[in-house]
């Protein structure tokens, strides 16, 4: 069994330890995520089983009806989105560092990404309406 990978913010005051960190990462092209970050939301699916070391400092804003999103009150950083029905965490991949490869597999709100930029890599694209379905929301 592979160790669980740590992701950090830039100040190092809250770490997450990610035993259930998958390889597959996704893109999210909904308005809503491209002004959290300044363009597209890439992250990794860490399942429920995250243990937050500097859990203090982490502040949440409930930015749906079916998610929050943390970030360190600190420096900033943003750490994850979380699902509130099932307590998933989805965390930024450039958090994860080098800790093995990881790739690009699906693009969430595919209908929603601007013309301005676009990924070489072949992915599974959802819409918005195929992105609510699938997730129940």
């Known amino acids: 069994m592979e160790p669980p990978r740590i992701a950090a ?8 330890h990610l035993p259930e ?11 809503m995520c491209r002004r959290w970050g ?7 699916d860490c399942g429920q089983a995250v243990r937050i070391e500097g859990e203090a400092q982490v502040q949440t804003w409930q930015s749906s009806a079916w998610a ?24 930024p991949a450039g958090l994860l560092g080098e800790a093995g490869e990881l790739a690009l597999t699906r693009e969430l709100f595919i209908d929603h990404k601007p013309s301005w930029y676009g990924f070489a890599n072949r992915t599974e694209r959802l819409t918005e309406a195929e992105v609510l379905a699938t997730f129940g929301l």
Do not use: D, K, M, N
């Open 9 to 16: 913010c830039l100040c190092g005051a809250v770490q997450l």
């Open 68 to 91: 929050e999103r943390g970030f360190c009150g600190r420096c900033g950083t943003h750490l994850f989105y979380r699902l509130l029905a099932s307590g998933a965490l989805i965390v």
């Open 38 to 44: 300044g363009g597209p939301l890439l992250a990794v």
């Open 21 to 31: 960190a998958r390889r597959e990462v996704h893109a999210c092209h909904c308005g």
